[in-house]
């Protein structure tokens, strides 16, 4: 339920952005406290992102302050950030819903609310967008301004530098905001550098540097004198020579947690012509000391209470796969030099942690540039290494033409550890990993593992770790594991071969991945026979040509889309044996998956126990 709004007498002024422009000055400090506590109250109920919400209170109320939201355009890298602008923007009474099936989207989304100018959820887009906005407003001659906000994490995307690179060259009016909460620079931050920032802003300083700049278009030499002189000055307190030479005017870095400061800053610069570059500093957490403490733990939060000032305690489950995944890379680590384990700024959500402290020289986190991190593995595996790339679903297809171009072409054994595999729940449609059967499959030279469990995870890996005649991939889904037993030993799996899991009559249930469950339980109630495939690629033709000799019926379950998925292969190789046999295929639909917990999402598309059956009885009709 919702939360008693008399408590946050200023932020209950401040139901929209118009209504928080008609706010003196004087009483954004105490909106930006009011709506950091009702931030913290909220998650607390309905659980989230968390730390980098707090970390960002100031800057959203100086943007919705200074900027004409919407007409301005204000464009939020990845997301996380964001819940402070929902609550600002309309959707304070329903902070409550977020990230529940049919509650708020987790992060920005056109279709929820005309402030979000752009759908958000994977990093390093948001300068390409503003930049596109940004043209569209000069060519319109609208007035309109453009501010895209970044974070330190996701500007280590190259698509990032790839949109930096383009803006500068253009000269079109737009503002980026770097949110740094890396603190390596914060002793830059404090009162000096907010004056210096607020002097560079203003007007006065700008005139005298274009001004200065059209004086000495005919002295080159003093020209050039004057602009090293100027960089050196700006050098000796800013870190911003790398942004200027891109052709951004860089101003900061300034406290991020002042929100006068900020809102003078960026009046100053909502003047100002070109591109341009605020580098704030700001506390992932702020304002929640465990969070501030330890802003990767609190980066997502269970419902807590946060009077408690601690998460609560986890119920005992099943190991995750992504936890089978990490014991296999230190199992193996122990005894082998060659592996090399990359993953893209995800080591806590792949498992990764221990391998990184255990083995740190085999331990590669290429940052948020996915597409770098499958060519270095290339690398890796030119030299004759073993590298493992840890890699979410959603993520790798970023990384698509690496794979196929770097990779697969060249017949690299490379082994794709993909995590998040089918429905992962709460993120919704950005992370939902429904296609990575599909795209990979058509692939040549790829190898591509389903695993039922999490010993068979475990002895895929290894199968795939062993097989150097080219790229293999190992496809697991979010969350809690099966409880089956994880056997020590390793042993390489026959390359292609699936097993029996059930005798039945009429119909065969062929079961691609951690349906297997499900399968087996629907199994039950039809008497079917259930094959667990393991390999979506290579297929195992014999057991295909068998079950079908042998039943009437054929149905694939998967949980990947429909199209082009592995029932789409066990199709297309009946099709080119002459096989005429009626395939019901179960997976995902064509359409985006909506968020909603693993449970309810699988029970609304019919591909739990319940509605495997369901479909069975609809097709045989």
């Not at 001659?141 to 280590?156: C, H, L, N, P």
């Not at 690629?537 to 039943?551: G, N, Q």
Request: charged share 20%.
């Amino acid at each position: 339920m919702s939360m008693d709004i008399s408590q946050f007498p200023v932020l209950a002024k401040a139901n929209t952005p118009e209504e928080l422009r008609l706010l003196p000055k004087s009483q954004l400090s105490q909106l930006a406290n009011e709506l950091r506590e009702f931030l913290l109250k909220s998650v607390g109920k309905s659980s989230g992102h968390f730390a980098s919400g707090l970390g960002t209170v100031e800057l959203t109320v100086a943007l919705h302050y200074v900027y004409n939201t919407p007409y301005d355009r204000l464009v939020w890298d990845v997301g996380h950030q964001a819940y402070p602008h929902k609550i600002l923007t309309g959707r304070r009474d329903r902070m409550h819903t977020i990230r529940q099936k049919d509650g708020l989207h987790p992060f920005p989304y056109r279709e929820e609310s005309e402030y979000d100018t752009f759908s958000v959820g994977h990093s390093s887009t948001s300068i390409s967008a503003a930049l596109g906005m940004a043209i569209a407003a000069d060519k319109e001659q609208s007035g309109r301004k453009v501010v895209s906000v970044i974070g330190d994490g996701a500007i280590t995307g190259g698509m990032a530098f790839e949109a930096l690179n383009h803006a500068g060259a253009l000269h079109n009016d737009m503002l980026v905001i770097l949110n740094d909460n890396e603190m390596s620079i914060s002793e830059n931050v404090g009162a000096l550098n907010n004056h210096l920032a607020q002097i560079m802003s203003g007007r006065f300083y700008s005139t005298i540097r274009e001004g200065g700049k059209k004086v000495l278009k005919d002295m080159p030499m003093v020209k050039e004198m004057v602009r090293r002189t100027e960089e050196h000055l700006k050098g000796m307190v800013v870190p911003g020579t790398l942004f200027e030479e891109l052709g951004f005017n860089y101003i900061g870095p300034i406290d991020g947690h002042d929100v006068n400061a900020l809102v003078e800053t960026l009046a100053n610069m909502r003047q100002l012509k070109g591109p341009q570059f605020l580098h704030i500093m700001t506390k992932k957490g702020r304002g929640y000391a465990p969070a501030e403490k330890d802003p990767i733990g609190w980066h997502a939060v269970p419902k807590f209470d946060p009077s408690e000032f601690k998460k609560p305690a986890s119920k005992a489950s099943n190991p995750s796969f992504s936890q089978v995944f990490g014991k296999w890379l230190c199992d193996v680590a122990t005894n082998d030099e060659k592996l090399l384990a990359i993953t893209p700024a995800m080591r806590e959500g792949s498992g990764m942690v221990e391998f990184s402290q255990r083995f740190p020289k085999q331990y590669f986190d290429a940052a948020i540039a996915e597409q770098h991190a499958v060519t270095l593995g290339a690398g890796f595996a030119v030299e004759g290494f073993k590298p493992v790339v840890a890699i979410y679903s959603t993520f790798l297809q970023r990384g698509y033409d690496q794979l196929i171009h770097d990779v697969a072409l060249q017949k690299l054994p490379v082994l794709f550890a993909i995590d998040r595999g089918g429905i992962v729940g709460a993120d919704g449609p950005t992370h939902q990993g429904a296609f990575d059967l599909s795209y990979l499959r058509c692939i040549p030279n790829m190898v591509i593992m389903a695993p039922a469990d999490e010993n068979e995870c475990r002895q895929m890996l290894y199968t795939g770790y062993r097989y150097n005649d080219g790229p293999t991939a190992v496809r697991y889904p979010r969350g809690s594991a099966t409880g089956a037993e994880q056997i020590e030993e390793m042993t390489a799996l026959e390359i292609g071969k699936g097993r029996m899991m059930r005798q039945g009559k009429n119909i065969a249930i062929l079961n691609f991945g951690t349906r297997l469950s499900c399968a087996l339980s629907a199994a039950e109630t039809l008497d079917a026979t259930v094959a667990d495939m393991r390999f979506v690629k290579p297929l195992d033709e014999e057991l295909l040509k068998e079950l079908a000799a042998s039943h009437d019926v054929i149905v694939t379950v998967e949980e990947n889309a429909i199209m082009g998925g592995a029932g789409s292969g066990v199709i297309e190789f009946f099709a080119k044996n002459k096989i005429l046999k009626p395939t019901l295929q179960i997976g995902l639909p064509d359409e985006f998956i909506k968020q909603g917990t693993q449970t309810e999402v699988s029970a609304e598309l019919n591909i739990d126990a319940e509605g495997i059956i369901k479909q069975i009885n609809e097709f045989l009709k």
